[in-house]
């Protein structure tokens, strides 16, 4: 992947994208509401922490999930994700995590399981981050969700409001497939360049898939 003087293409365009941001109020607020998202949230809420773990994954030394720039490619994902008839969602579960990258061939061997109609590729080499760390292919039509954009109404203020979802038959495709950590910049670039993406993230035992819809499939104005 190309590289600029904030590292990778997918950092300088976070950087760029941060920039967009900090030119209202508008988004400076939702910067600040990601940071403390990002701080308050996840909680002992397991799903929540996956869900964030799945969009941006960082090593403990690594200082990115508190980088701006990273933020703001987390704020936009989450955008994406619960905005009407963007997004795809699916969910495929493995029964463990993955392995550390350096054990290539176990990751392989599990997702050499992965149910049909899913075929899941990793890749032997790292020669171009560009690609992921494989691939994950579906031959036949399969069921996702997609925002709505609608709540349910909950009895207390302070619930988490849950988002009203409805099925989509997505036709068959591939996606890159993104294995441990990975920066929230990746996954947006993915999602943007990539028409989708497939998440197994470190202590998850599903993989989630984000598919990027080529035009809405709900008649709203995005």
Known sequence: MARGC?????????????EKFLE?????????????????????????QGYL?????????????TDPAQIASLVTIHHRIMSPGVTARARIGMGEGPYPDARRQENAAILAEVPEPFVA??????????????????????????????TLVTSCRREKIPVVWMAHAQPPGQIPLEIGYTKASKTLYHLLHDGG??????????IEVWITLRRPILDVDL
């Open 121 to 150: 590729e990793v890749y032997r080499h790292q020669d171009d981050p560009a690609r992921g760390d494989g691939v994950l292919r579906w031959t036949e039509p399969i069921r996702t969700i997609v925002s709505t954009g609608l």
């Open 53 to 65: 773990d799945c969009i941006g994954q960082y090593h403990g030394k690594d200082p990115g999930k």
């Open 24 to 48: 209202t109020e508008a988004g400076i607020r939702n910067l600040a509401e990601g940071k403390r998202w990002l701080q308050e949230w996840p909680g002992d809420d397991d799903e929540g």
């Open 197 to 206: 993406v497939a998440r197994w993230a470190y202590d998850q035992e599903e």
């Open 6 to 18: 904030y590292g990778t293409l997918h950092e300088a365009a976070a950087q760029a994208l941060l």
